[in-house]
DNA sequence: GTATTAATAAAACGAACGTTCAATTAATTC
DNA sequence: GAATTAATTGAACGTTCGTTTTATTAATAC
């Protein structure tokens, strides 16, 4: 046998795209093999390769859809200038829930891209590690402003930054949809800890 | 060749743990072979046999370890009852304290313990995770006390209670000793974010 | 100093791994 | 409807994996 009836690249890749990020979420990166990736998709091996030249590859190719389209939910979700969420606590609500929101929905993307970064090539990695340096720069100059304007009370920008970031992404690792908490909610109490964190008035 | 002068197997097993340890963190548990951590012991891999039945049963003694320890320490550290610190703030700020500390002192067991869960047979899984559950369970008890005495406040015990974890084992994913904060300014700085957090007066 | 036990080496097992290559068929273009 | 391109299969490659078995030597006990 050879092409399939129907077959079409673009589903294709995004197919193993989707079934990629499960068993990697799943399994851990290095235990997926690409013959159960192949099983999973419904495709043999070989057809993997005209996608993804290598393994790291499509862990890399994962990973970078998901830092870009973070960074675009947040440039979509940021308060315009001028408004009046443009101040900085109305900008860190938007930032918290909006990163709440964005990793509940990702689950198995945020467990890839946060758990594997080691089976990355030095190259690779720096590309990821800097768009994640992008994203975090845009929390640290929320901090900062406020700081300036003196609405926040905060000792250490960068290390406060960096406990938030910890903070609302380990929604992932506790959070269940089925259980007693709606999205919303937590959204709210992130938001509520995070302000309190940073010594905004309520 | 057979034994090797000067041999010892409480050494060796201490040594293997350690190398083991190291190149888990390093590499990952899947992407380190047995072969790999025999020549990092000085060793050949049927040595490692003698020790621990699997590769698997090596990765639930290091976390088993790691986790025994941790509970153990907190049994330490914690605050004697009647004395000052007993209070909610003051176990609150022993435990944050306590938990940054022995994190940072010991990185390489802390990335195996919270990135190689899913690489645990189901059994050894549950053990791990009930060691976890009774460790996180101190902190909830210190935040229900608080908010029962109205110290602190907080909307969701549990909710709360994982934030504050993941906030504060965070520190180990950026924190470079070598770096321009101390361990202690670090350690103050976590407990501050902390007690804001609940909602503690200053 | 002999017997026993502890600690290791050396070699090998089958299985699984990532990847490549040639052949084959479906879809598309003209 | 012939020519071209896209998509996939099937088979195989050399390598590495976790693990086991057997033999051998060092340390210990009597």
């Given at each position: 046998m050879a092409r399939t009836t129907g077959s079409d690249g673009e589903k294709t890749e995004a197919a193993i795209r989707e079934a990629a990020l499960d068993l990697i979420a799943r399994l851990g990166f290095e235990a997926m093999s690409m013959r159960q990736l192949a099983a999973s998709v419904g495709v043999q091996p070989a057809a993997l390769y005209r996608y993804f030249t290598t393994k790291e590859a499509l862990l890399h190719a994962l990973m970078l859809e998901h830092m870009e389209r973070l960074i675009a939910s947040w440039g979509e979700a940021r308060p315009a200038r001028?408004?009046?969420?443009?101040?900085p606590a109305g900008r860190l609500a938007k930032f918290v829930e909006n990163h709440i929101r964005f990793h509940l929905a990702r689950r198995n993307a945020t467990h890839v891209s946060n758990l594997?970064?080691?089976?990355?090539?030095s190259e690779r990695l720096e590309q990821i590690l800097a768009l994640r340096s992008q994203y975090e720069g845009e929390l640290r100059s929320i901090l900062t402003d406020g700081q300036r304007e003196g609405v926040f009370q905060i000792d250490d920008v960068a290390l406060t930054a960096m406990a938030i970031i910890q903070m609302i992404t380990g929604v992932i690792v506790w959070f269940r949809p089925e259980l007693r908490l709606s999205e919303d909610e937590v959204a709210a109490n992130y938001h509520t800890m995070t302000m309190r964190l940073v010594g905004a008035e309520a």
């Open positions: 001028g408004s009046d969420k443009e101040k594997e970064l080691r089976s990355l090539s």
